[in-house]
C-alpha cells in the first residue's frame, strides 16, 4: 500500500508598498517551506501579477498607492475564482478589513504576526478554507454591520434559497461554530454538516466562512453581542 502524497504548499504573491515588510514575508514564507511566486507594491501590480502567475494565495496590504487592495481585492476575484486573498492591516477593528470580508477575501492577519501563525495561515486558506478568529472577526462583524449599505456586492442572494435547517447553520456559522461544534450543537454527523455547508455557499454564491460571517449578521441571522 502506497502512501498519500504530501500536501502541496501553496504558491503565494505578496502585495505591500514597504519593501521591507515583503523582503520579510518572503523569507519567512520560504524558510518554511512555502514558495514565493511574485511581490507587487501596489494593488494595480498585484492584479497583473495574479493574473499571470495564478498564485493560490495572495497577501494583500490594504492601504497602497495607485490602487487600494480593496480594489485588487475585487478585481482579481473576479479573474481568479480559485484564489484566495488574505488581508494584511495594522488594526484588526478596521472597516477596510470589513468590507474586504465582505466581497470575498478568505480572513486578515495583522502585520505584527508571528512567523509560525503567518505560514499556518498561508497554508489553512491555501486549502480553501477561511481563516477566522472568531472573537476579533466578531467583534469587526458586530462594529460594522449594522450601519453597512446593503447592496448587491454585500448581501449576494435572498435567504429564502434556504431551507429552514440551513438557516440554523448559517446562524451558527455567524456566531463562529466549527463544523465539529455545528455537529455536536445540531446532532448531526460532520459529514452531513459540511454538506448543509456546501449547500448553503452554492445558494447565497459564498466563497468561504468569512463571507458567511458577515452574512448571517448583515441578514439579521445573528445580533449584535447575541451570545
Do not use: W
Not at 495572495?58 to 473576479?78: H, K, N, Q, S, Y
Not at 480559485?82 to 466581497?103: E, G, K, P
Not at 512567523?115 to 462583524?141: K, M, N
Amino acid at each position: 500500500m502506497t502512501s498519500a502524497a504530501p500536501e502541496r504548499a501553496p504558491r503565494v504573491l505578496i502585495v505591500d508598498d514597504q519593501t521591507l515588510i515583503r523582503t520579510g514575508f518572503r523569507l519567512i514564507l520560504t524558510a518554511r517551506g512555502i514558495e514565493v511566486v511574485g511581490e507587487a507594491a501596489d494593488g494595480a501590480e498585484a492584479v497583473a501579477a495574479a493574473v499571470e502567475l495564478k498564485p493560490d494565495v495572495v497577501l494583500m496590504d490594504i492601504r497602497m498607492p495607485t490602487m487600494d487592495g480593496l480594489e485588487a481585492t475585487r478585481r482579481i476575484l473576479e479573474r481568479a475564482a480559485d484564489c484566495r486573498v488574505l488581508m494584511l492591516t495594522t488594526f484588526d477593528l478596521d472597516r477596510y478589513v470589513y468590507t474586504a470580508l465582505s466581497i470575498g477575501a478568505s480572513g486578515f492577519l495583522l502585520k505584527d504576526v508571528t512567523p509560525e501563525h503567518l505560514a499556518a495561515a498561508v497554508r489553512l486558506v491555501g486549502t480553501g478554507d477561511a481563516l477566522l478568529a472568531p472573537q476579533i472577526t466578531r467583534r469587526l462583524v458586530e462594529r460594522y454591520a449594522a450601519e453597512a449599505e446593503r447592496t448587491p456586492d454585500t448581501v449576494p442572494a435572498d435567504l429564502a434559497a434556504l431551507t429552514p435547517r440551513e438557516r440554523e447553520v448559517l446562524t451558527l456559522l455567524g456566531r463562529g461554530l466549527s463544523n465539529t461544534e455545528l455537529a455536536a450543537e445540531l446532532t448531526l454527523s460532520e459529514a452531513t454538516v459540511k454538506s448543509h455547508v456546501a449547500r448553503i455557499f452554492a445558494k447565497l454564491g459564498l466563497r468561504d466562512r468569512a463571507q458567511a460571517v458577515v452574512l448571517a449578521y448583515e441578514t439579521g441571522l445573528v445580533a449584535p453581542r447575541e451570545r
